[in-house]
């Protein structure tokens, strides 16, 4: 019987431990099941949301800030880019000009006149210069080097009108606004990627546009090698130095004090950007009206030159030469300076009279037992130094710190004190700096050290491609024109 027994509760505890096994195996299968569906439920669901973002990406809206302009991307989905390229197929032929020397050069700027004032970073232009590498030059002197900044750039680029008979430079001004076209031009260094169709449009408001018509590849796939590859504005202003080794002799530095970089990505066939231009100090004509602008930059009035400006723009150079962030330090208008600054000028002149120093002697002289330190040829600052100094501390501690039983202490705590001093104001100063570019403490840096700053100097041998200037518009030629390389 015992053997029995003994072989039953054998039998009764394998069956228990296979049905554990068993439940076990099927958790397990259940647990990979599900894991493998999962999976599959993710994948869809991801490749969905891709699909989604893909078919939505045809129809889209970006809105950005700038500082200076806001800036509207519009998918080639969106009505508004059909609606912001310009045919000029319709438009006046007499107004329409095909120029004939950049439709047939490459790397060729030429000026054009523009017959309204085109506001740029709040200053006023009648003349641009227009190259084949997809961009407009807004400055003032034609150097070499119009790539660096200054520049208009719905697409810069190494583009060359001269490789094909198809690719012409269109521009037209109707009196409201100017439309210039690369029409069909292709890249010098691939030209099989295909041609390249846009425009830009400045407007007399100041509102700029980009349309693209025909983008053939993604605009970060252009090669950057020969030529810079930009999509967006920027703007500088000219300083210039004197040499000292050289008499009469100056070199002129631009210095870009701001830059508009717009998303390469989003550039794709039938897709726009639009640019609205934002209030500037320089639209103020009064020290009333500047001193209490409610706009995004600290505007300040200089009485010299009668302007209102934050310092950076393109008159920076007679800002800095009238001394204008010195004058602008109290941001105070006249008439207010004269009704503020006439009783304290009046209080320093009563100070200066003898009298005064008698009145400021006599009345400090009875609350210590010894007389001021200082001679009577100093001046009333070091005077009144003295004097706290007695006020403050009795006799025996003076006469105890003249023979100075711990000068090595003394000396030590306050180095420590001065040097610590002098790490939080460097603090202090670099964080006032960032947060106020446009402070006078900033504008000091830039004058002082400007190879801290993206600065392009009149140099040859720099990376940045060479523009030649060809004959006004009235002067153009027919045919086929060799441009100067680097």
Partial sequence: MHVFYFYLVVTAMSCTISIFKCVYILYTLYSIIRAQTSQIVSRRATLSFELYLHSSSQSFRLTRYHNYYTSKTYGPSDPMSKDLWVNIDQMDKDKVKIHGILSNTHRQAARVNLSFDFPFYGH????????????IYTGDVVHRMLTATQYIAPLMANFDPSLSRNSTVIYSDNGTALVVQWDHVHLQDNYSLG????????????????????????????????????????????L??????????????????HRVELTKTKITNSTAVEMMPLPTCLQFTSCSSCISSQISFNCSW???????STGFDRHHQDWMDSSCPDETKDKMCDIADTTYLYPFTTTVAAKTTPKGKEATAGRETPSTSHPPTSVPTEDDTKIALHLRDNQVMPADSAVDRVKGTHPLHTGLILGILLVMLIMIAGVLITVYIYHHPTSAASLFLIERRPSRWPAMKFRRGSGHPAYA???????????FIESEQC
């Avoid at 200089?302 to 209102?308: A, F, G, V």
């Fill in 302 to 308: 200089c009485h010299r030159l009668n302007r209102c």
């Fill in 124 to 135: 006023y232009l009648r003349e641009i210069t227009v190259a084949t590498g997809g961009f």
């Fill in 240 to 257: 210039v130095h004197k040499i000292q080794q050289i008499p009469n002799v100056r070199r002129r530095t631009i210095y870009e004090y």
């Fill in 469 to 479: 200037e060809v004959e006004p518009v009235g002067q153009e030629k027919e045919g």
């Fill in 195 to 238: 041609s390249f169709t846009f425009q830009a449009t400045l407007h007399k408001t100041g509102r700029i546009v980009f349309a693209y018509k025909e983008i053939p590849v993604e605009v970060s796939q252009i090669s950057s090698v020969n030529h810079p590859v930009k999509v967006g504005l920027s703007d500088a202003f000219v």
